[in-house]
C-alpha cells in the first residue's frame, strides 16, 4: 500500500509540474494562433495555425513590417493579425494608393509591387500607437477603418506556422 501511495505522489508531481510548465508557457512565452479570414494573404491565409512569441517584444522595441497579433480596439475579446506600418512618433500618410511614413513611400518587400492601398489617412502616432495594415489591403479591416493600435492591446510577434504541415515557415524580422 506504500509503494501505491508513492508511486500516486509521483504521478500527481510530474503532472503538476507538466501543467505548471503548459501554463507559463501558454500564458507568458507562445500562444497560438488560427487565422481567420483573408485580411493577410498571400502571406497568412484563412485555417493557418500560427505560434505567437509573446516575449522578445517586450525586450526590444517593435519594427516596422513585423507581423503582430492584437486584441481589436472596438472589442477587446477579438484578436486581429495586421503588419505594423507606423510606430510611436511616426507620421503615416494613405493617399492615392501608396503608403507612405514620414515622408517617403513605404517598401514593403512582402508585398506584391501592384498591391495599391486604398483609403485616406494622415496620422502623427503617439507614444503608445501603432498603425496596422492587412497584408491583402483590398480586403482588410484595419487602422484605416478603426485607428491606431494601443501597446497595451499588442499580444505578441508571429514566429512560426505550423500548419497546413505544407506551409511550416519560421519568421524573423
Known sequence: MKQFWLTT??????????????VVIR???????L???????PNFSDGNY????????????LQHGEAVVFRYPKDRKTFFI???IGLPGDQV????????????QLKEEYLDEAVLTGGEVDIKLKDDEYFV????????????????????DIIGLVRL???PLNQIDAFSY
Do not use: C
Open 133 to 152: 495594415l492587412g497584408d491583402n489591403r483590398a480586403h482588410s479591416f484595419d487602422s484605416r477603418n478603426w485607428g491606431p493600435v494601443l501597446r497595451k
Open 35 to 41: 487565422v481567420s479570414g483573408a485580411s493577410m494573404e
Open 9 to 22: 505522489k509521483e504521478v500527481l508531481e510530474v503532472v503538476l509540474i507538466a501543467v505548471a510548465t503548459v
Open 161 to 163: 506556422r505550423v500548419l
Open 50 to 61: 500560427l505560434l505567437i512569441d509573446e516575449v522578445t517584444y517586450r525586450f526590444r522595441p
Open 93 to 104: 500618410l494613405v493617399r492615392n494608393g501608396q503608403v507612405f511614413l514620414n515622408n517617403e
Open 27 to 33: 500564458h507568458f512565452i507562445v500562444q497560438p494562433f
Open 82 to 84: 495586421k503588419r505594423l
